[in-house]
């Protein structure tokens, strides 16, 4: 079956650094990938879309500039956390759109990001 | 706006239960609705997928229903198991390609 690795699974940096989170279909490719966040006990999130070769879509309330996304390939997409702090940290998930299985969507493991 | 509600938020139950999970959504204009599992600390694994032309979908001890037309699917697990002990969520997706959550059953199944 379809497969999404996300890569770190867990990472801690200092305030003010930034961090580049990984997210790879391995067996598909992947037209969309989409970018979650979720707090302890709650629901995930949606950040924003990203479209392979072309510009992040971000949800209402999420600071594009803060999260950069890149979707450079069909297999890959990264967020990077830019100058991070404390309340950025959370657990962020990434998932893929298989085009073969055009409304099925695919997550990744998650990682969890803090922020000390 | 989407908005999705599941009932119960947590639900505590001894091993052999037949247990129904329940998933509302306000606008029936969906192209699917997915049931995924969530560890602690884990990813979403997906368990079933219900296209909007589908009334259900059964794999192993677990059968999902939808009811398009009053926003509802259920989820029916059999003869549960401490293994099944995890965090349910439903999502829906419609002409948007976003998949909205909802808020999660937490299940606990003690032996």
């Known amino acids: 079956g379809a497969v999404v690795s996300q890569h770190p699974s867990w990472v801690i940096c200092k305030s003010g650094t930034s961090v580049k989170i990984e997210c790879r279909s391995l067996d598909f490719q992947a037209t969309t990938m989409f970018w979650y966040r979720q707090f302890p006990k709650q629901s995930l999130m949606l950040m924003a879309t990203s479209n392979e070769g072309s510009k992040a879509t971000y949800e209402q309330g999420v600071e594009k500039d803060k999260f950069l996304i890149n979707h450079a390939s069909l297999t890959l997409s990264t967020l990077t956390v830019t100058s991070a702090h404390p309340e950025d940290s959370s657990f962020y998930i990434c998932?893929?759109?298989?085009?073969?299985?055009?409304?099925?969507?695919?997550f990744g493991s998650g990682t969890r990001l803090t922020v000390v | 706006k989407q908005e999705v509600t599941q009932i119960p938020a947590a639900l505590s139950v001894p091993e052999g239960e037949n247990l129904v999970l329940n998933c509302s959504f306000t606008?029936?204009?969906?192209?699917?609705l997915q049931w995924f599992r969530q560890d602690p600390g884990k990813g979403l694994t997906s368990l079933l997928l219900?296209?909007?032309?589908?009334r259900e979908q059964t794999s192993g001890r677990l059968n999902a229903s939808l009811d398009k037309s009053s926003g509802r699917s259920t989820l029916y697990i059999a003869a549960s198991q401490p293994g099944d002990s995890a965090t349910y969520l439903c999502a829906v997706s419609g002409n948007t390609d976003k998949l909205i959550f909802g808020t999660g059953t937490r299940l606990q199944v003690f032996p």
């Open positions: 606008d029936s204009a969906i192209y699917n």
């Open positions: 998932s893929a759109r298989d085009k073969g299985l055009p409304h099925g969507y695919t």
């Open positions: 219900i296209q909007s032309s589908q």
